[in-house]
């Protein structure tokens, strides 16, 4: 079993930059995906952003490519979002998920909110 912790979240003006941060622990198979979801306040939870055990290999949502950065330290058990210009439609809860291979999320975090307003 793969526990998630996330942390990070906060209020940030449009335009700026804020970091998430995912510790990862428990049973860790070597092909655990990591990855970020959102939701926001009445609308469905969506993928933003997942970075592969195998080669590192990222992938982003259109609505985030170029300004989301996903990145894992596999020697730390972490894996960070880096989001940068940020817009107030990226306001929503953010999860850290896992899951192994092709298959779909085992494992959520708790969440963390980001908020962005001027």
């Known amino acids: 079993q793969v526990q998630l912790v996330e942390s990070g979240g906060g209020l940030v003006q449009p335009g700026g930059s804020l970091t998430l941060s995912c510790v990862y622990s428990?049973?860790?198979?070597?092909?655990?995906?990591l990855g970020w979801y959102r939701q926001a306040t009445g609308k469905e939870r969506e993928w933003v952003a997942t970075?592969?055990?195998?080669?590192?290999?990222?992938d982003y949502a259109d609505s985030v490519k170029g300004r989301f950065a996903i990145s894992r330290d596999n020697a730390k058990n972490t894996t960070w979002l880096q989001m940068s210009g940020l817009k107030t439609e990226d306001t929503a809860t953010y999860y850290c998920?896992?899951?192994?291979?092709?298959?779909?999320?085992?494992?959520w975090g708790q969440g963390t909110q980001i908020t962005v307003s001027s």
């Open positions: 998920a896992a899951n192994r291979g092709n298959g779909a999320v085992t494992n």
């Open positions: 428990g049973h860790i198979p070597e092909d655990l995906n």
């Open positions: 970075i592969h055990a195998i080669g590192m290999t990222t």
